[in-house]
């Protein structure tokens, strides 16, 4: 191998010395959140001086200062000196994406990630060891229970309901999508949460009846926090590893299977093709490895974060192709949607 590596980067680890340095990125950005500092800037009509923003925000101004200047060299917050004096201003990805009223907020996403996984991956050797998540460590919640570590209180269930809403408003589009589904008229997200998915499909497909399958206090959550005014999709409470699932033509499993292992989720397959009209489907978006396992390198991340959280695994198509034959269903297609999640259609 060291016979296709440069000199240059022989000689001076420039590389590996960024890498080992992006948990600094990654930390700034969630301080940055949780302080609001992205919010104050969207709101301010004017720059701010790094005294203004830590009197906005009750923080020091050396503190806030050397903050503002990693978020200026990254790119996401922009800087004029006049006079000696720093102004700093927002920028236009910043206000894209990065305040609670950005219009495409990933506010959510980024506390989720800061708050609870972050604090997973500090026992990241632990996870490697053990084969096995790390939430009896980092929570004290039974390693088993997946998603009673995940929903422990009304406060982390809207914070991971918060991440998924993000990330649909942001991919579902590319999801609902990827395949023509205006023949589905029946359509059931299981496990929608926050019924993001569902209205982007809602969206697209106007003439389809689009329902949210989720556990009840899931629902119920959902229903006081994330409806909209305009919402066409429904919620229907349930459990559709335990409970019936209702018949439909097409039915998402979005960011469910890799939560799970392959017995748990063969045995749901199963369940759906049994409950699936015929000519019927179900759309799974899952983030798809490469088959050679050279990456992508956000799916191998998403991966070991899977071990440190869950029961499960991300996969490359050819088991998804699998599971989905063993099911009984067929016509598999994928798609790459070149964005974080891809979408997988299988018949029945």
């Keep these: 191998m060291t016979g296709f590596i440069s000199i240059s980067v022989i000689d001076y680890p420039a590389l590996l010395n960024e890498y080992f340095n992006k948990f600094r990125i990654s930390?700034?950005?969630?301080?940055?959140?949780?302080?609001?500092?992205?919010?104050?800037?969207?709101?301010?009509?004017?720059?701010?001086?790094?005294?203004?923003?830590?009197?906005?925000?009750?923080?020091?101004?050396?503190?806030?200062?050397?903050?503002?200047?990693?978020?200026?060299?990254?790119?996401?917050?922009?800087?004029?000196?006049?006079?000696?004096?720093?102004?700093?201003?927002?920028?236009?990805?910043?206000?894209?994406?990065?305040?609670?009223?950005?219009?495409?907020?990933?506010?959510?996403?980024?506390?989720?990630?800061?708050?609870?996984?972050?604090?997973?991956?500090?026992?990241?050797?632990?996870?490697?060891?053990?084969?096995?998540?790390?939430?009896?460590?980092?929570?004290?919640?039974?390693?088993?229970?997946?998603?009673?570590?995940?929903?422990?209180?009304?406060?982390?269930?809207?914070?991971?309901?918060?991440l998924m809403n993000s990330t649909w408003v942001i991919d579902g589009h590319d999801i609902v999508t990827a395949f023509d589904l205006s023949s589905f008229k029946t359509v059931i997200d299981l496990g929608g949460c926050s019924g993001a998915l569902a209205r982007e499909l809602a969206k697209e497909y106007p003439s389809s009846t689009v329902t949210v399958l989720d556990l009840p206090a899931v629902v119920q959550t959902a229903q006081r926090h994330f409806t909209q005014q305009d919402d066409t999709i429904c919620f229907q409470e349930g459990d559709f590893f335990e409970g019936e699932i209702p018949p439909a033509d097409l039915y998402i499993l979005a960011r469910i299977i890799h939560d799970w292992k392959e017995d748990k989720n063969l045995k749901l397959l199963k369940k759906i093709h049994t409950a699936c009209h015929p000519g019927g489907g179900v759309l799974i978006a899952e983030a798809l490895l490469f088959e050679n396992r050279r990456g992508p390198t956000m799916v191998q991340m998403f991966s070991l974060n899977m071990l440190v959280q869950t029961e499960g695994k991300e996969h490359p198509p050819s088991h998804y192709t699998r599971l989905l034959t063993d099911a009984g269903f067929r016509d598999v297609q994928v798609c790459r949607t070149g964005k974080s999640y891809d979408a997988i259609l299988a018949l029945k």
Excluded at 53 to 82: C, F, H, N, P, Y
Aim: net charge negative; aromatic share 8%; with cysteine.
């Design 27 to 162: 930390q700034a950005i969630f301080s940055a959140c949780e302080l609001g500092v992205f919010d104050l800037l969207l709101q301010s009509q004017k720059p701010m001086s790094a005294v203004e923003v830590a009197q906005k925000l009750g923080t020091s101004e050396d503190g806030i200062e050397r903050l503002l200047g990693v978020l200026v060299a990254i790119e996401i917050v922009d800087v004029e000196v006049v006079q000696g004096t720093a102004f700093y201003s927002s920028t236009d990805v910043a206000n894209l994406y990065l305040a609670k009223t950005s219009p495409k907020p990933l506010h959510d996403l980024i506390i989720y990630n800061s708050q609870t996984i972050y604090p997973l991956w500090n026992n990241l050797v632990d996870a490697v060891r053990e084969g096995k998540n790390q939430n009896e460590k980092t929570f004290g919640l039974p390693s088993e229970e997946i998603f009673s570590a995940i929903y422990r209180s009304e406060e982390e269930m809207l914070k991971f309901m918060g």
